[in-house]
């Protein structure tokens, strides 16, 4: 008769040392004893809401990882339209000075050696030349506001060529 009472006590006094090695212990990998110890203790309802937690976080931050990738991809792909941008004004730059080259050299056949219009076809040739340079470097540099610049020089530098013709 004693004996019941015996083993239940055995059992409660059991189950707050099986209790202590239940956290953070799968289910399957325990006895007996420990299974009912972490039932009663709620050591297995602990676990799962840790484990849930676990997951999502892990959700939460793959969600994150994806959206950050979705606007790098995003960035490049204006980055690069940016890009091709600046190169195709950038090459109707090149053109614009080989169309203004191809004038200077046609008109400074006309001219004679050692006149003044003569000096400003060397001058506007030097432009020409420093025009070029700041496109190469506008290009090296892809910035939108250098290829601006840059083409607002050579709309001025096409003008002053235009004028040099007309004389």
């Given amino acids: 008769m004693h004996e019941p009472r015996a083993l239940a006590r055995t059992l409660l006094l059991a189950l707050p040392l099986t209790a202590c090695a239940v956290e953070g212990q799968n289910a399957d990998q325990r006895g007996f004893f420990t299974g009912i110890g972490a039932a009663v203790t709620g050591a297995d309802v602990r676990n799962v809401q840790r ?28 980055s690069s339209r940016q890009v091709s941008a600046a190169e195709r004004r950038l090459a109707a ?17 006309e001219l004679q050696a050692g006149t003044p219009r003569a000096a400003e076809a060397n001058r506007l040739e030097q432009e020409l030349s420093a025009l070029e340079r700041e496109r190469r470097a506008a290009a090296a540099q892809a910035s939108a506001d250098e290829v601006q610049r840059v083409e607002e020089r050579s709309r001025a530098l096409d003008a002053e060529v235009r004028r040099f013709g007309a004389m």
């Fill in 51 to 78: 484990l849930e937690a676990t997951a999502q976080q892990s959700e939460l931050e793959a969600r994150l990882a994806q959206r950050r990738q979705e606007s790098a991809a995003q960035a490049a792909s204006l």
């Fill in 93 to 109: 730059v090149q053109r614009d000075i080989a169309r203004n080259r191809a004038t200077l050299a046609r008109l400074r056949q």
